[in-house]
């Protein structure tokens, strides 16, 4: 039986038997892993806590027929403040249900995914208020839509591919089409969202910086408002319905 190493979080657990568990992972070399860790209920389990939500851990596995076998774990990160904190945890929830839902094995772009969903599990359990969180969240949609290949257009319009002249801002964002619509165009699109200059700014520097570092970006209704957003245009791209993105509502 082959075996193999690899760093992965862990998204999300089921009961198997008495004693193990099945764990689904999100690993940086090989993307989902669904995998079997034997024993890990009893009291005296080598894995350990290793196996619960929301840990990073230096994995080795041994390929199964069905399931693979978690052998060894190591941690690496158990971003501990996200277990003690509603809304810490609720914004972790919605990013692991994004994985569920659009990762898959052996990922072409795994190491950028699980890199990206490392740093906002980091950046969450750190952060001291729910704007900064926010501010993690968007990020972590805007850079996971990109390694998909559902990168949002913040620059031309998405129907007629015209910018808009330098003294004029697109007004309209349509989730469908996946990015900015201009003035003529908007009347075409389906249920297009209005917008201003300070949500695009947002997008772009979200994608380009971890932390924020405008005034603007404390301002719980433009969070809000491009969180809504950006919630749309991934369910565009989705057959589930993302049942996480209810929490973050009652925050």
């Known amino acids: 039986m082959p075996n193999y190493s690899t760093q992965a979080i862990n998204l999300k657990s089921y009961n198997l038997g ?6 689904i992972m999100y690993s940086r070399d090989y993307g989902t892993i669904k995998c079997v860790a034997k024993g890990v209920k009893r009291a005296k389990s080598s894995l350990g806590g ?11 596995l041994a390929k199964g027929r ?6 060894q774990a190591e941690n690496i990160e158990s971003f501990s ?14 990013c692991a249900e994004l994985i569920n839902v659009f990762g898959t094995e052996n990922d072409q772009n795994s190491k ?11 950046n969450i359990s750190i952060f001291d208020n729910n704007e900064d969180c926010m501010w993690a969240v968007l990020r972590f949609k805007l850079k996971l839509a990109k ?38 165009c908007f ?28 005034d603007d970006y404390k301002d719980k209704n433009l ?19 993302l049942k996480s993105a209810a929490m973050i509502e009652f925050i």
Not at 112 to 122: A, H, M, R, S, V
Not at 223 to 241: M, P, T
Request: hydrophobic fraction near 35%.
């Open 147 to 184: 390694y998909l290949g559902y990168a949002v257009e913040l620059d031309s319009c998405v129907r007629c591919n015209q910018a808009e002249p330098k003294y004029k801002t697109y007004h309209f964002f349509c989730p469908e089409t996946g990015g900015v619509v201009c003035s003529e």
């Open 50 to 60: 290793r196996m619960q939500a929301f840990m990073a851990n230096r994995l080795f």
């Open 66 to 71: 069905n399931l693979d076998i978690v052998c």
């Open 81 to 94: 403040r996200l277990k003690t904190d509603y809304d810490k945890l609720s914004y972790a929830f919605y």
């Open 223 to 241: 969070l809000f408002s491009s969180f809504n957003i950006l919630k749309e245009f991934i369910s565009q791209r989705s057959d589930k319905k």
């Open 112 to 122: 950028q995914i699980y890199d990206i969903l490392f740093e906002t599990f980091k």
């Open 187 to 214: 009347l075409k699109s389906h249920r297009p969202f209005e917008i201003d200059k300070r949500h695009i700014k947002l997008f772009k520097d979200a994608i380009n910086y971890d932390f924020p570092f405008e």
């Open 18 to 23: 008495e004693a193990d568990k099945i764990i």
